[in-house]
């Protein structure tokens, strides 16, 4: 969500959501199953980070980030859908948890037994994923779409497990295409640490 507005050059500010306090009324009334992202816009609220990308697409046309062509936009609609259900789902949720967050934040080592049965569920994402880019610069083309940055924070944070290497060992090109988000301001605007910091910031 931060990478989309920061494409668009628009103007916002981070709130922070303290561990534990999503189920808070408060926050339902912002999210009422109690998740992560909502957005605040005006009086207008929306939650669900889908909904909210194509909502700043829509409020800040400029530079357009969904591809005109039917076909192009129908590949970024799909690759939408593989991030939520495929790549977070059973994969990331399990994978990232697992060997990044649950030593973190939970103190404790990660379930490799959970880790080992998410994997062949990771190499076929990884596999549609390197097959739906092909040699693309970008997901759906020549031009930086919203699938795009969906899937970079993702595969960001996942770069840092050491399931990243087998993953994408023999999947050059998804390896390349981080690179090339990376090197985007958009990404380097909302690094972990700067997003913290802007929310620390916003308290």
């Keep these: 969500m931060l990478v989309a507005l920061e494409e668009k050059g628009a103007a916002y500010r981070a709130v922070p959501v303290a561990p534990g306090t999503t189920r808070a009324p408060a926050h339902q009334a912002l999210h009422p199953f109690g998740r992560v992202p909502t957005i605040e816009h005006g009086a207008f609220r929306?939650?669900?980070?889908?909904?909210?990308?194509?909502?700043?697409?829509?409020t800040c046309?400029?530079?357009?980030?969904?591809?005109?062509?039917?076909?192009a936009g129908g590949r970024m609609d799909q690759l939408m859908n593989v991030n939520d259900w495929y790549l977070f789902q059973g994969v990331a949720n399990v994978i990232v948890f697992e060997r990044l967050l649950a030593p973190r934040l939970l103190g404790r080592a990660a379930d490799e037994n959970a880790i080992v049965a998410a994997m062949p569920m990771a190499h076929a994402v990884f596999e549609q994923l390197a097959r739906e880019l092909a040699d693309r610069p970008y997901f759906v083309g020549e031009a930086v779409s919203l699938a795009d940055l969906l899937i970079a924070p993702q595969l960001d944070f996942f770069s840092e497990a050491a399931e990243w290497g087998p993953l994408t060992a023999r999947r050059a090109n998804v390896r390349a295409w981080l690179e090339r988000m990376r090197a985007r301001p958009s990404l380097g605007a909302t690094t972990r640490e700067r997003v913290v910091a802007m929310a620390q910031r916003a308290a």
Excluded at 46 to 58: D, V
Excluded at 61 to 71: I, K, M, S, V, Y
């Design 46 to 58: 929306l939650y669900e980070t889908q909904a909210i990308l194509r909502y700043i697409e829509r």
């Design 61 to 71: 046309p400029a530079p357009a980030l969904t591809p005109r062509d039917p076909q």
